[in-house]
């Protein structure tokens, strides 16, 4: 069974606005020391999740479940403030380490340093294709992935939500990520009935910026700003990303934390 532990210093703890667990984690592989840190919530701190990730999958998949603990590392309150710290962990310093299963930097909305859109190389989807010939999926398979959305409706919050989500990734894209969404989109077109939804969505609503926009001065006083503001985080984190060991991350994060509760 996969080993999961909590460090006692985390007391477990539920959000008061949702009673969600916001959680940062450590996933280790007991064979090889290698490590994945990662942010998650959830409502059952026994729901076997171990982290996502590539590399991870194909190490889990190679020296089996059994071989890897997970340790929390960190309880909060918000979405917010988890994604905060796994992104002032998990930085550009962070992903170049060897003993680390992690890709790419922490997913903060906001932080300036996370690309929200990776475009793939056209060697790695040879790769994966070559990969993947000859590969077939069995009948129980195909079923289940036909089944698995079946008849799902999502509510008006979850939509609300995903077409916010939306919006604030657009606007982290770059030139070059834009380009590769316009060009895999030529040539597609709504539906009749998806316009007319869309049409019916936007009646009588005016965007409050309409016809808005910031000046470039404004634009780099707010990129600035951001980079200013997450380099004084790690700062006050006294964290060298790119060597400290698993236990070292998790005595720093809670140093940093109880520093910035007793200000």
Not at 17 to 26: A, Q, R, S
Request: aromatic content about 8%; glycine content about 6%.
């Amino acid at each position: 069974m996969h080993e999961f532990s909590e460090v006692s210093s985390a007391t477990p703890r539920p959000s008061s606005i949702d009673g969600k667990y916001y959680t940062n984690y450590v996933t280790e592989n007991l064979i090889n020391g290698k490590f994945y840190y990662g942010a998650h919530e959830t409502f059952n701190l026994r729901d076997s999740y171990h982290g996502s990730g590539m590399a991870l999958d194909l190490a889990i998949n190679k020296y089996g479940i059994d071989n890897f603990k997970t340790t929390i590392v960190w309880f909060g309150e918000t979405q917010d403030e988890m994604y905060d710290l796994e992104a002032l962990v998990v930085d550009k310093d962070f992903i170049k380490r060897k003993d680390v299963y992690n890709l790419v930097v922490g997913e903060r909305r906001g932080n300036p340093y996370v690309p929200r859109t990776k475009i793939v190389s056209e060697e790695t989807r040879r790769k994966r294709s070559l990969s993947l010939m000859g590969k077939t999926r069995t009948e129980k398979q195909k079923i289940k992935f036909k089944n698995i959305n079946l008849g799902r409706v999502h509510s008006e919050k979850s939509r609300r939500n995903m077409s916010i989500a939306k919006r604030k990734l657009c606007k982290h894209l770059t030139e070059e990520q834009k380009e590769h969404l316009r060009i895999i989109n030529i040539g597609r077109k709504h539906s009749e009935e998806t316009i007319l939804k869309i049409s019916l969505a936007k009646k009588g609503k005016s965007n409050h910026r309409k016809g808005k926009k910031h000046s470039e001065e404004t634009k780099e006083k707010i990129r600035l700003t951001n980079i200013k503001t997450w380099n004084e985080k790690k700062k006050n984190m006294d964290l060298d990303t790119s060597k400290a060991s698993p236990s070292e991350l998790a005595e720093s994060v809670e140093a940093f934390l109880l520093e910035k509760n007793d200000k």
